[in-house]
């Protein structure tokens, strides 16, 4: 993806360095992978892996950033950041213009490193990227990318970076729209089962809405390149819920999804990539099995 030359947005807050107490964070694609990946790298008890990964890394950062001594890679990362989430913005806000959908308001970006506070709590490296709907900005650990390039494979394809801030943007699309509300109000009147397949048809549709905006950067600014598309469903494949439990597990529990299975995430990326359709969402499928 090609984005030598584009702006970056002004809508960037950069905690790095700065930290705070730890909780869960709110729906963001990372809430899983990042715990998997240190699961997979140890072969031990995944939740064992995660607290000694985060904390090992917490520290590793804290020494560095602390002096806000920046490598080269993160500063490089966050550029990148910046730039995709000046796409969004201008992509958007067309969008909505087109479709009669309102103002398109921009969220704020949020890097930081280790831990931070949100409207919605606080969160840490390990939940990986998530949008908080409270204060409408969308929370980053550069270190997500770094073990992203890693792990998966994506070094050098800026496209999987843009996926992963593209679907938390989708978040924000669907609070603007109204979806959100409206599924965690649904979410807090269920049982939990009904619940997590609400969260996967959420996460779908952030994931549909990442392809939407995709499909317009293209048009627009003629930025996707050969392969792009094939790395971002690779990586919609690697952070399905089935994919990420059989690796961390064994066995994968149906009942416990929230984001959506490998062949689900990479469906509705490509899907919105080809259509561009606005008026096509996960969120009013009735059927969950149709998904």
């Given at each position: 993806?090609?984005?030598?030359?584009?702006?970056?947005?002004?809508?960037?807050?950069?905690?790095?360095?700065?930290?705070?107490?730890?909780?869960?964070?709110?729906?963001?694609?990372?809430?899983?992978?990042?715990?998997?990946?240190?699961?997979?790298?140890?072969?031990?008890?995944?939740?064992?892996?995660?607290?000694?990964?985060?904390?090992?890394?917490?520290?590793?950062?804290?020494?560095?950033?602390?002096?806000?001594?920046?490598?080269?890679?993160?500063?490089?990362?966050?550029?990148?950041?910046?730039?995709?989430?000046?796409?969004?913005?201008?992509?958007?806000?067309?969008?909505?213009?087109?479709?009669?959908?309102?103002?398109?308001?921009?969220?704020?970006?949020?890097?930081?490193?280790?831990?931070?506070?949100?409207?919605?709590?606080?969160?840490?490296?390990?939940?990986?990227?998530?949008?908080?709907?409270?204060?409408?900005?969308?929370?980053?650990?550069?270190?997500?990318f770094t073990q992203m390039k890693r792990q998966l494979g994506v070094e050098g394809n800026t496209f999987a970076y843009a996926y992963v801030i593209a679907h938390e943007?989708?978040?924000?699309?669907?609070?603007?729209?109204?979806?959100?509300?409206?599924?965690?109000?649904?979410?807090?009147?269920?049982?939990?089962t009904q619940a997590n397949q609400i969260s996967v048809r959420l996460e779908l549709l952030a994931d549909y809405y990442a392809g939407v905006w995709a499909h317009y950067?293209?048009?627009?600014?003629?930025?996707?390149?050969?392969?792009?598309?094939?790395?971002?469903?690779?990586?919609?494949?690697?952070?399905?819920?089935?994919?990420?439990?059989?690796?961390?597990?064994?066995?994968?529990?149906?009942?416990?999804?929230?984001?959506?299975t490998s062949e689900q995430r990479k469906r509705w990326l490509r899907k919105g990539f080809e259509t561009g359709n606005m008026n096509t969402t996960t969120f009013s499928?009735?059927?969950?099995?149709?998904?």
């Amino acid at each position: 993806m090609k984005l030598d030359g584009r702006r970056q947005s002004s809508n960037v807050e950069d905690r790095r360095g700065m930290s705070t107490g730890a909780k869960a964070g709110v729906g963001g694609i990372g809430a899983i992978i990042v715990a998997a990946l240190f699961a997979w790298m140890s072969g031990g008890d995944p939740m064992q892996a995660v607290v000694q990964g985060v904390q090992d890394q917490m520290q590793q950062r804290t020494e560095t950033v602390g002096e806000q001594n920046f490598t080269e890679e993160e500063q490089e990362l966050a550029k990148i950041s910046s730039q995709i989430l000046a796409s969004t913005e201008d992509v958007w806000t067309e969008v909505f213009r087109q479709n009669g959908m309102g103002e398109y308001t921009s969220p704020t970006l949020v890097l930081f490193s280790g831990s931070v506070q949100s409207a919605c709590g606080s969160a840490t490296a390990a939940v990986g990227p998530f949008y908080c709907s409270g204060d409408q900005k969308l929370y980053v650990d550069l270190s997500f990318f770094t073990q992203m390039k890693r792990q998966l494979g994506v070094e050098g394809n800026t496209f999987a970076y843009a996926y992963v801030i593209a679907h938390e943007i989708g978040h924000h699309v669907e609070f603007l729209t109204g979806t959100l509300n409206k599924a965690h109000s649904a979410m807090s009147q269920t049982n939990k089962t009904q619940a997590n397949q609400i969260s996967v048809r959420l996460e779908l549709l952030a994931d549909y809405y990442a392809g939407v905006w995709a499909h317009y950067e293209d048009a627009m600014n003629h930025s996707m390149e050969y392969g792009d598309l094939e790395k971002g469903l690779e990586l919609a494949k690697a952070i399905g819920d089935d994919w990420l439990q059989k690796k961390a597990q064994g066995y994968s529990s149906p009942e416990s999804f929230t984001h959506g299975t490998s062949e689900q995430r990479k469906r509705w990326l490509r899907k919105g990539f080809e259509t561009g359709n606005m008026n096509t969402t996960t969120f009013s499928v009735q059927n969950y099995n149709d998904l």
